[in-house]
């Protein structure tokens, strides 16, 4: 079917909530593989990561946005304002709330901003397998009586229950318009930007507690080498104090190590090709309060 045809629709969809609703892991269940990573750990996404899901009828482009939360520095102020602002920019809104911790603050902070707004919202309450049905009934009640939703719909992102009766949903809301990236695009994000998400997932995963958010990751380099039919990457993990960097190393290297080996498989597999992957750590102290920083590690103010 020729994409510019009458009746092909397409649009923007934004996915917001507070933190650690399963907004990334909903994303990746529905592109059909990793573009944004997941985290036990609030406030895990920073950069709105978009993802493309294309069909015969529709293309569907979702904005995972970071976590609304309170912030408690410049980054976190980045990330509220880069969240809200795609309120106005897109066809439909997708509220994400965990159905197994009920209603919160954040979301009544999230439902005073959505006030005013014009675009279509809908309410996804996500991890329905944690809840008996009669808790969900009562937690649906309390969210509608708060805002007038277009559709509610519960799901489980991990699990995959009723994903695809969200998506017929969003379809039947969405605009005629153009296919704006290929059939086999899953993302806007460059290779370079997912391949140091992927380290700093690996980072978060096996620092736990230890090294919360203070970490970035910047590629220096991401080069073919022909001769050797693989991928060399070279990135730096930056840390705010010299006591993260220990961690990070940790004994003998071990941890680095570790994180590594973890990484390179998920960046291969990105890439379908062999990679080499070497990692630095550097500390620059404070950079998530510093502007210069958070321009250098990407986080630009042209973004919100």
């Given amino acids: 079917m020729n994409k510019s045809e009458k009746g092909y629709k397409s649009g923007f969809i934004s996915i917001i909530g507070r933190p650690n609703v399963g907004k990334s892991t909903f994303l990746n269940r529905v592109i059909g593989q990793k573009i944004a990573i997941m985290s036990d750990k609030p406030q895990t996404t920073r950069n709105k990561v978009q993802g493309v899901l294309t069909t015969d009828e529709a293309q569907m482009i979702f904005i995972d946005t970071p976590g609304i939360h309170k912030p408690k520095h410049k980054l976190g102020d980045f990330m509220i304002k880069l969240a809200i602002n795609t309120f106005k920019e897109v066809d439909i809104i997708l509220f994400m709330v965990n159905a197994e911790e009920g209603y919160g603050r954040g979301d009544e ?26 808790q969900l009934m009562i937690l649906i009640d309390q969210y509608r009586a708060m805002y007038p939703f277009k559709e509610i719909i519960p799901i489980s992102a991990l699990e995959g229950n009723n994903v695809d009766r969200l998506l017929q949903q969003i379809q039947e809301y969405m605009p005629q318009g153009p296919q704006y990236y290929p059939a086999d695009q899953v993302t806007d994000h460059p290779e370079r930007f997912i391949a140091a998400e992927l380290i700093r997932e690996k980072a978060l995963h096996l620092t736990r507690e230890e090294v919360p958010h203070s970490i970035a990751v910047v590629i220096d380099q991401m080069k073919k080498e022909e001769y050797k039919d693989l991928i060399h990457v070279m990135a730096t993990i930056v840390v705010e104090r010299d006591s993260q ?19 390179r498989k998920d960046i291969e597999n990105l890439l379908g090709s062999k990679v080499f992957l070497e990692l630095w750590v550097k500390v620059q102290k404070d950079w998530r309060n510093k502007s210069f920083y958070l321009r250098d590690f990407g986080f630009t103010e042209d973004d919100y």
């Avoid at 439902?111 to 009669?134: A, G, M, S, Y």
């Avoid at 960097?245 to 990484?263: D, H, P, V, W």
């Fill in 109 to 134: 902070f999230i439902i005073e901003q959505l006030k005013n707004v014009n675009t279509p919202v809908f309410l996804v309450l996500n991890k329905i397998d944690k809840v008996h049905p009669d």
């Fill in 245 to 263: 960097k220990g961690i990070i190393i940790g004994k003998q290297g071990k941890m680095l190590k570790e994180i590594g080996q973890r990484a």
